[in-house]
């Protein structure tokens, strides 16, 4: 297992330990993770508690995952004017680029409650106010265009679309991320989407949704028959799957003692997943299942806090660790004769 070196990007973190990062300025790779998805207000409800109207979106969890990892997090999301310009700050601080942030006046963001069934991996959506995003126009700003990662985070499928026509050049690695709600609502328009891109990750409920097949590898097989060359299927408390021709790589969730609130644990994943390949600027199958480690760590800090909370202040030492915890947990010698 390589460690990403101590290449954390975060600047958040560079500040407080400036002096352990000056090699950054050395031998940096510049590449660059373009983000699209929701930045959106949260109603979340768990055995735990519950939070009203708490920052939220598939493009905010995937922004500040990535941002501990990718050289370069530029964001393409809309927000109406009641979003907190603080939370744009906050966004700043973690270095991630906002010029692709559109602030529309005088409407609502995207609003998103949810209530967690006690065993945490399943959850009934309450209300999904799409409200800005009904007619979301993604603009890509030209210091954008040229991105080597693209993260299209849960949307709108058609939006999915229009980010991907919009680019001049075609990034050396697209995903995508979509849910239950669009493939009930847009499958059409997203099996256009999924011709486009190479990786999809879904959990595994969705996965059986957009396939009609129970068993998880028939599903990915399927999967990979609609567009993708690689599959990821996300199974909550236990795991992640990755499909790439006739190979399976499987990595666990961390055990946890506590988990407070799974909202954004998906987001979180894929922006861990892509912040690492961004900042390796290696997407081999071997260093796809690195990256696979890197994003379910980052996960299981999201899940521990409500919200973002966990994922605004982590400390390379702190991702470290928890890396490591993911080796300890799966790591065993067998000598087969
Ligand atoms: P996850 O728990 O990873 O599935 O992501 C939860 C996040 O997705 C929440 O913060 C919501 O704001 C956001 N979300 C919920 N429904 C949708 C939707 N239909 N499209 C895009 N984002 C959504």
Known sequence: MGWPGKKFANPLILGIFADDFAFLSQNYEYMSLLVVGTVAFDSIETPFGKAERIIGGSGTFISLAASYFAPSVNLVAVVGEDFPPEKIEMFKAHGIQTEGLQIKEGENSFFWAGKYHLDLNTRDTLATELNVLADFDPVIPASYQNADFLLLGNLVPKIQQTVIERLQQRPKLIMMDTMNFWISSALDEL???????????????????????????KAAKAILKMGPRYVIIKKGEHGAMLFYEDQIFYAPALPLEDVFDPTGAGDTFAGGFMGYLAQSGDISFEN????IIYGSALASFCVEKFGTEALEYLLPSTIENRVSEFVDLVQFE????
């Open 288 to 291: 796809m299942k690195r990256a």
């Open 191 to 217: 099996r256009a989407v999924l011709k486009m891109v190479d990786l999809l990750s879904v959990n595994d409920e969705e996965a059986r949704q957009l396939t009609g097949e129970y068993s998880l590898v």
């Open 334 to 337: 067998i000598q087969l004769d």
